[in-house]
């Protein structure tokens, strides 16, 4: 976490330029010959004040809590032979991580205060600071389960195959992982509500929960030592030496939080949540690239009124990370055809196709996008594909 300390003031100083706007600025703001004024000039910030706050984004470590990171792994497995080219596979593995990074902003007003009519800069911590002000604790820590199945079949009578399936929760509490985390592009490494982080438990970024890969490949029982066509023969010279491969591979998307533009801006929070509607599901029927979130199951978080009769508004009861973007496909398919020739050459001609569908696989905006932000016209929309269109490519591999 000290490395976060490089980004403050006086190491990575600021130019101060005056104000300027359209309608109130007349004469030059400055000058090619004035001197370039750098801030801020004092340590302890005491040249700033409630009403003229330093605007940097200040930068700590919990000097009283700053562990190394600890990650605890097991794992258990049963292995199985069901037939002498066949082996099937259950594995369970788990990862426990403690004293991971956690970052708050000490700059936020906490709900209870905001209620009791703290809702202006100088109620703020660091009342001389109008920016954020983040601490990297070690109190993250996270949760991983998986069980993994998996069949195998080794080459017999020139077929193979290998299946896998992978079920997984990646759980983070206390808004682990803070600026070192994997995020959504678009995401925050500040938790919520600075002051409840309960909230932060959820998915962790990279939370896939279901994986499923087979491969396979089919020697065809035709040509020379095959059950088919062995003898030699047009049939042979036609159908002999071809080979299938495949791959395919489903998963579900990855995790994201869903938006509100109702942001407790007066206790300085930086972003919000929508409230859930109980019994309505998240995602619209036939959910595609056109509409994907459904719109009536989020609900814009409500106002209350601060003891000095300011109205703040709530934070919304949706989980962090509740949504979820779309499933990806994918099957890659090649045909291989061996010529043999002089007894030690063998030519392979090899036709392979990626993305043999030529599926899409759109993924999701950034966290802080209108299509995730509920009320935006654009709201719940993919307009985005992470997929590689469909690709042939033709090639020859000599064996020698």
Do not use: C
Not at 32 to 43: K, L
Not at 85 to 100: E, F, I, N, P
């Amino acid at each position: 976490p000290a490395t976060v300390f490089g980004a403050n003031p006086p190491n990575a100083p600021t130019v101060i330029s005056p104000a300027v706007s359209a309608n109130g600025t007349i004469a030059p703001p400055v000058k090619i010959g004035d001197p370039i004024r750098v801030g801020p000039n004092s340590a302890d910030l005491s040249t700033f004040t409630p009403t003229n706050p330093l605007g940097l984004l200040i930068r700590t470590a919990d000097f009283a809590n700053s562990k190394p990171a600890q990650v605890y792994m097991w794992n258990f497995g049963l292995q199985y032979q069901l037939f002498k080219d066949m082996v099937v596979q259950a594995a369970y593995s788990g990862v426990r991580g403690t004293h991971l990074t956690s970052r708050v902003n000490l700059n936020q007003i906490g709900w209870a205060t905001g209620l009791a009519g703290g809702t202006t800069q100088s109620a703020r911590l660091f009342p001389n600071v109008g920016n954020q002000v983040v601490m990297d604790s070690a109190n993250g820590n996270n949760f991983y389960n998986a069980l993994n199945l998996r069949v195998e079949k080794r080459l017999s009578q020139g077929f193979n195959f290998l299946v896998n399936y992978t079920w997984s929760k990646n759980l983070e509490a206390n808004g682990s992982g803070g600026n070192t985390s994997f995020s959504q592009s678009g995401g925050t490494t500040n938790p919520l509500d600075s002051w409840n982080l309960q909230k932060e438990k959820s998915y962790a970024p990279l939370d896939i929960p279901h994986v499923f890969v087979a491969s396979a490949g089919y020697e065809l029982p035709f040509g020379k030592g095959k059950p088919l066509f062995s003898q030699p023969g047009v049939m042979r010279a036609v159908l002999g030496g071809w080979q299938l491969n495949g791959i395919a591979t489903l998963q579900k998307g990855l995790p994201t939080d869903i938006r509100t533009s109702l942001i407790p801006s007066n206790i300085f929070a930086t972003f919000n949540v929508p409230n859930g509607v109980p019994g309505v599901s998240m995602y619209l029927p036939n959910a595609g690239p056109d509409g994907y979130f459904n719109p009536a199951a989020f609900s814009a978080p409500t106002s209350v009124i601060n003891a000095k009769g300011t109205p703040i508004t709530q934070f919304g009861t949706l989980a962090r990370r509740a949504g979820r973007g779309p499933a990806t496909k994918n099957l890659d398919f090649s045909i291989f055809r061996n010529f043999t020739f002089a007894e030690r050459y063998t030519l392979q001609f090899r036709a392979e196709s990626f993305n043999l569908t030529n599926t899409p696989a759109f993924f999701l905006p950034s966290a802080n996008s209108p299509s995730l932000t509920i009320g935006s016209s654009s709201f719940g929309k993919l307009n985005s594909s992470a997929s590689t269109g469909r690709q042939l490519q033709f090639g020859l591999k000599l064996y020698f």
